[in-house]
């Protein structure tokens, strides 16, 4: 081919119906909408988006932030005050940026040490959450010059303080999601109560200006990474027309902080929850958080001076090596982006006003709406339907350090259940076997799915030798003696070997088998002794409780 040739040359364009007719065909007969995936908050996700959403987001999230990039705020987790000066400052010479402090457990401080602290409060922005008015940390700033004092920033998270003259950037009052996050509150409901809340706050100003002046507002961020970083993006839209509701035409910028999320934390594999963290912390830069405080993978059981690194480093790594921090929406002008932030100002903005014609943030929370989704929540991870890997899925059966570190506050976690199976297996379980039957071919995916199940629960489950007839799984089950079987095999050999093997089964075994089968069926091998089935979708915490109760209780006899 010759040049003049190749600069003629032009690519065909393929439109949406050519795009779909070609997943439809690779589809195999399966429906088109297979490719459609529903979200908690009721949004269904495309697979291609191929028009601009109708809301131009990128323009109101471009001029509702001041400046590209954030603040690295890590939390500065100490067991004294003195501890806490040290870590503090070695934190922020190793690339934290911020003065972090949960007020969950006071330090008794002298004059000398909030002096000092003083002086970090003067240089670098303070986060203080969870902070009650006789906290003795709250007197550093009394100590702080007050010439310095007007270009001190940040939020003290406080009620019924008041805070010392001189402190114009300093924010009392906000928005804080954390709970209602971790109850149950999906990306719609969160954005919809950071309004509510901010419309009660709003109530006890004179002016807007006053009220926004000494608000904030901050969202944890989960695990959906698109849907987070929508999030972000479409409270700077939504806080721009709240504004205007108020008579203002150009909303004054307010701190947007974000978190990351316990709710999928696990104790079972702390070092996915690093995977989960990373995930989250750059959800929150894409979607515009000025400051992002990212907790430590083994938060739950106690961080140490390794965790504490990882997830500063975690942060510096994003800011240093890939420039994301150089622009102001990053993923502003993206199809799909656009479109699910303007899903969410939509769903969010309709909510919003329900909470408030229906009697206002509080009579929301007495509801029982957050509950009512935390449950869901609950069930698709029992069900497998949500994937927690390490915990309902992909489970390791290490050692597990199940204890409880008492410097962050318990919230609801969707791995619990799961803890609370896998430590009532961790000292004591049955010997378990997986009894496979036929060829190869025959048992090995449903013995995988049930290796994989039981693991969940901490069952650890070795395969026997492939069977061809009854009597060679009796004898061999005689000789291993095991306490719980679970049988494998195609449904076809399954169900001619059954009857007779439940008849000739060894007395205390518990018994199981993979896969469904018809309730008559099935109905007649419990009356033969048969406990139950194993199979995909089923609830694995009531069927790994009914594995633990019906081994006890055979114990117990």
């Known amino acids: 081919m010759t040049v003049d040739k190749m600069k003629k040359t032009a690519f065909q364009k393929t439109d949406f119906e050519q795009w779909k007719k070609l997943a439809v065909d690779s589809l195999k007969g399966k429906p088109y909408e297979k490719l459609t995936t529903e979200t908690l908050e009721g949004i269904d996700l495309q697979p291609l988006y191929f028009e601009r959403a109708t809301l131009d987001s990128s323009s109101v999230v471009g001029f509702m932030k001041r400046d590209a990039g954030w603040v690295i705020a890590q939390q500065t987790i100490a067991s004294d005050e003195a501890d806490f000066l040290e870590q503090l400052e070695d934190s922020i010479e190793k690339g934290n940026e911020a003065i972090v402090y949960d007020g969950l457990h006071q330090f008794n401080w002298n004059d000398d040490q909030l002096l000092q602290l003083s002086s970090f409060i003067s240089q670098y922005p303070v986060f203080l959450y969870n902070v009650s008015n006789d906290d003795p940390i709250l007197r550093a700033f009394d100590f702080v010059h007050h010439e310095l004092r007007e270009a001190v920033t940040g939020i003290v998270q406080v009620n019924d303080w008041t805070i010392p003259v001189g402190y114009k950037n300093i924010r009392t009052t906000g928005a804080d999601l954390w709970k209602a996050h971790h109850e149950g509150a999906d990306a719609v409901t969160e954005l919809a109560i950071a309004l509510a809340e901010a419309s009660r706050i709003a109530g006890s100003y004179d002016s807007f200006q006053t009220f926004a002046d000494n608000f904030y507002v901050r969202f944890p961020i989960d695990t959906h990474f698109f849907m987070e970083i929508a999030k972000l993006r479409a409270f700077r839209v ?8 108020y008579g203002v035409d150009e909303a004054p910028l307010i701190p947007v902080l974000a978190v990351t999320s316990l709710r999928s934390f696990s104790k079972l594999d702390p070092y996915v929850n690093l995977l989960r963290a990373g995930n989250e912390t750059f959800a929150a ?49 993206s199809y799909f982006i656009e479109k699910l932030t303007e899903d969410l100002v939509e769903m969010s903005w309709k909510l919003f006003l329900e909470i408030e014609s229906g009697g206002g943030i509080e009579r929301f929370y007495e509801s029982g709406r957050l509950q009512e989704k935390l449950v869901k929540l609950q069930n698709e991870t029992s069900s497998g339907k949500k994937a927690l890997i390490g915990t309902n899925v992909y489970a390791e059966l290490t050692a597990i350090n199940f204890d409880d570190w008492n410097g962050i506050d318990k919230v609801d976690r969707l791995a619990v259940p799961f803890e609370k ?32 199940f039981l693991a969940s629960g901490g069952i650890r489950s070795s395969w026997s030798p492939a069977f061809d007839s009854v009597e060679q799984a009796i004898e061999w089950i005689n000789s291993e003696q095991p306490d719980y079987a679970i049988v ?19 007395a205390g075994i518990l018994l199981d088998v993979a896969g469904k089968i018809d309730d008559e069926t099935l109905l007649i091998w419990k009356q033969k002794g048969l406990n139950g089935l194993i199979f995909n979708g089923q609830d694995k915490i009531e069927k790994l409780q009914n594995i633990l109760n019906s081994w006890q209780g055979g114990l117990q006899k």
Not at 295 to 317: D, E, F, K
Not at 428 to 449: C, E, H, M, S, Y
Not at 499 to 504: K, V
Request: one cysteine or more; proline letters at 6%.
């Open 238 to 245: 939504l806080w721009q027309a709240f504004a205007q509701a």
């Open 285 to 333: 830069i894409l979607g515009g958080a000025d400051s992002i405080q990212a907790h430590p993978h083994n938060i739950l059981t106690g961080p140490n001076a390794s965790s504490i690194r990882y997830s500063r480093n975690m942060q510096l790594v994003l800011k240093e090596e890939t420039h994301v921090e150089k622009v102001l929406d990053p993923a502003g002008g």
């Open 421 to 452: 199976i896998r430590y009532s297996f961790s000292e004591n379980q049955p010997k378990t076997v997986i009894l496979t039957f036929g060829k190869l071919k025959d048992f090995k995916p449903r013995a995988d799915f049930v290796t994989g």
């Open 488 to 506: 494998c095999g195609h449904e076809d050999i399954v169900s001619k070997a059954m009857e007779n093997l439940l008849t000739q089964m060894p």
